[in-house]
């Protein structure tokens, strides 16, 4: 690579103006085409910064930080296990777009986050690693079903809050037909053990991903008749009139309720 556009790419990519942005990611995308990814390690670690961009500050270069995604995901495998010691960065903004990258890769980063996973013991970084997994749209997926079932149960409330919403992103990716009873069975008792929750954001993904359950086709005739009544007494309008007083949990009820 030559240095003169090395400097030119950094310059553009250190800059606040999205069409600056834009053009040097377009550098970026040519200078690869030219070199190859296998040796673009530096352009990678240029644009990787804009990851640090907070999307809710700047509105504006939302489609940057989304174009800067994708041209990582291009760069190849090879990035996999870089973008995962990333992960740990500990920078909000950065974490989750690292994620975001890693679910867009898709199956191959599966392992190599189930493995980082059992070897750390922070919640929050495991927190992480189970939103990533979340996103990765993949009937592979099932390989971290059990992973995700013991992290529902945990006593970090950020990690469990993760980990029963990663539950009904699991449900989007895996055939039913891919879950055996075992799984299935798990999934669903799980979830109606997180709806006794004491935190109504864990009750309300609880509902939500039951919810997932039913639209993606896992739940039986029965299973769906219990869920509805489920939903409707969360709501307060079956026969006991009681229902769940924290808005969130009832909201998700109500969206439950349209996959009937």
């Known amino acids: 690579m030559q240095k003169d556009s090395h400097g030119t790419i ?154 029963v919403r990663a539950i009904g992103k699991f449900a989007e990716s895996i055939p039913a037909s891919n879950l055996s009873e075992k799984q299935h069975q798990e999934f669903i008792e799980q979830l109606h053990a997180n709806l006794a929750d004491t935190n109504p954001g864990v009750r309300a993904k609880a509902v939500r991903s039951l919810g997932k359950l039913t639209k993606y086709g896992h739940l039986t005739e029965l299973e769906r008749e219990k869920l509805k009544k489920l939903c409707h007494l969360i709501l307060g309008t079956d026969e006991n009139f009681e229902w769940d007083r924290a808005y969130i949990v009832r909201k998700e009820a109500e969206e439950a309720l349209l996959y009937f």
């Open 10 to 163: 950094k310059k553009l990519l250190a800059s606040e103006k999205l069409e600056d942005l834009r053009q040097g990611l377009e550098l970026v995308r040519n200078e690869v085409i030219r070199i190859g990814s296998s040796e673009a390690r530096p352009l990678f670690e240029i644009v990787t910064t804009i990851f640090y961009i907070d999307p809710l500050d700047r509105p504006d270069l939302a489609p940057i930080l989304d174009e800067a995604i994708s041209l990582i995901v291009g760069f190849g495998e090879w990035v996999i296990p870089v973008l995962v010691d990333n992960l740990d960065v500990g920078d909000i903004k950065a974490q989750f777009a690292i994620a975001h990258t890693l679910g867009r890769i898709g199956s191959d980063a599966i392992n190599p986050l189930m493995t980082e996973y059992k070897m750390s013991t922070d919640p929050t970084y495991r927190s992480f690693i189970l939103y990533a997994l979340g996103k990765i749209k993949s009937p592979k997926i099932v390989l971290a079903t059990q992973l995700v079932l013991e992290a529902a149960q945990s006593d970090d409330l950020e990690l469990r809050d993760t980990a």
